[in-house]
């Protein structure tokens, strides 16, 4: 029989129901059923109020980055992640920069931007100054929409008027600025500006089409700063190799974008941790490195009088310790509380120093060693541990393999073998 993807009413089935029609279009045995069906810590009937279709949940490896020490407080840092070693080079990193004094961060208030998007307007000019004369009457018809965020300090803080060009025409932007305190801040930003749509329209005269949060949140930027010894990174020649690496990253895309990605390692891995969004924190990194029209790092390394290297990092965080995953993962809950962070602020400055540090750590290794050695070992290690090696053999064997170039399950079950037989 033909298989079909057309499944009537499948989103009105219980997770275990839609499992079974899974099952049965993509003919999974008994065994890979029952992996689906054993879900970790967020239960199937919890993940099903989360998102649509739920058939399981997926587990990643959660680790606990040590060392930080971070505007003189110290922090147990989780990071979920499926990659091998970030969460040590991060650990490796914030121990040198202790020496110093840890990371210094600062963030700017948890200010979101939300756009509506005016079109066929006869006078964009005389449509903009409508728009600012009536100012306080859109922000306070926003700030009806959550009387609980307003008593919070939050809410409507002010509104900006853009003119842009574009293939369908001329077109108004209008940003709300609204604080949205211990929250991300997607769904009451995307309320207020649902709310003032009508106002707009009526005041301009034009039509109101998108009305939606922007992630490029660079009014919510996150900063941190280290002192690294030149000593404990192995002198003046190690940071030489460094600020080599960070202005190759600076002076080329190509490098630029995975000088990027390796803060975002670190960046996404404590936000998956506490049930945050990484696509947002993604969206915004990237667009806010290519703000000046040219795409550029995150990062900016240099050294001091006495040789030593300092790193800055200064990056859009739109993170939040309330709403969303946060509350409903009872992991990403627990996660939260062993950071023990009072607040999204608080957390994008922890954010912004394990970027930096996960930054640190792999312009070392890759202007050092290069960073395919610590790799190939761990996956090495990955495949002794995956055809049985027992733990007090497996580093030696990881080892073996790695300085053999043979990383294969094949040789990992000889070197097995030979191990039991000693």
């Known amino acids: 029989m033909e298989k079909s993807s057309r499944i009537s009413g499948f989103y009105k089935l219980s997770p275990r129901e839609r499992l079974e029609k899974v099952k049965e279009f993509s003919n999974l045995s008994k065994e890979e059923v029952e992996i689906l069906r054993e879900a ?196 003046e020649k190690a940071v030489e190799g460094i600020l080599k690496a960070y202005h190759f990253a600076a002076a080329d895309p190509y490098r630029g974008a995975t000088h990027n990605k390796g803060i975002m390692n670190g960046i996404d891995a404590v936000a998956l941790a506490t049930g945050n969004d990484t696509r947002a924190l993604e969206a915004g990194a990237h667009s806010y490195a290519a703000l000046g029209g040219e795409y550029k790092p995150l990062t900016t390394w240099k050294k001091d009088e006495g040789g030593n290297l300092v790193g800055e990092i200064e990056i859009p965080i739109s993170a939040g310790i309330i709403g969303g995953s946060t509350q409903i993962n009872p992991i990403a809950k627990t996660c939260l509380k062993i950071l023990s962070v009072d607040s999204s602020q608080e957390l994008a400055e922890v954010m912004a120093a394990v970027g930096l540090a996960q930054n640190l750590a792999a312009l070392r290794a890759l202007s050092a060693e290069g960073i395919q050695k610590g790799h190939m070992r761990l996956h090495a290690r990955n495949i002794a541990s995956l055809v049985g090696a027992e733990d007090e053999i497996l580093e030696e064997i990881a080892g073996q393999m790695v300085s053999e170039e043979n990383i294969s399950t094949d040789r990992a079950k000889e070197l097995i073998e030979e191990f039991r037989k000693k």
């Open 40 to 235: 970790g810590a967020l239960k199937i009937e919890q993940g099903d109020k989360m998102i649509e279709n739920v058939v399981s949940s997926l587990e990643l490896p959660l680790g606990i980055a040590v060392n930080f020490l971070i505007n003189e407080k110290d922090y147990l840092i989780p990071m979920a992640t499926e990659e091998s070693s970030v969460v040590a080079a991060a650990s490796n990193a914030a121990k040198m920069a202790r020496s110093k004094g840890g990371f210094k961060a600062e963030s700017n208030p948890p200010h979101m931007i939300g756009q509506i998007q005016v079109t066929d307007l006869e006078d964009t000019e005389q449509a903009k100054k409508e728009i600012e004369s009536k100012k306080e009457e859109i922000l306070k018809l926003a700030n009806q929409q959550d009387q609980m965020l307003i008593e919070l300090g939050g809410g409507a803080k002010d509104l900006e008027v853009r003119k842009i060009e574009t293939e369908s025409g001329r077109m108004l932007i209008i940003h709300l600025i609204i604080d949205t305190r211990d929250a991300m801040g997607a769904n009451i930003v995307n309320t207020m500006c649902e709310a003032v749509a009508p106002l707009i329209e009526e005041a301009t005269n034009g039509r109101v089409f998108l009305r939606i949060i922007s992630n490029l949140a660079d009014k919510r930027i996150a900063r941190a700063k280290a002192v690294f010894d030149k000593d404990k990174l192995g002198g």
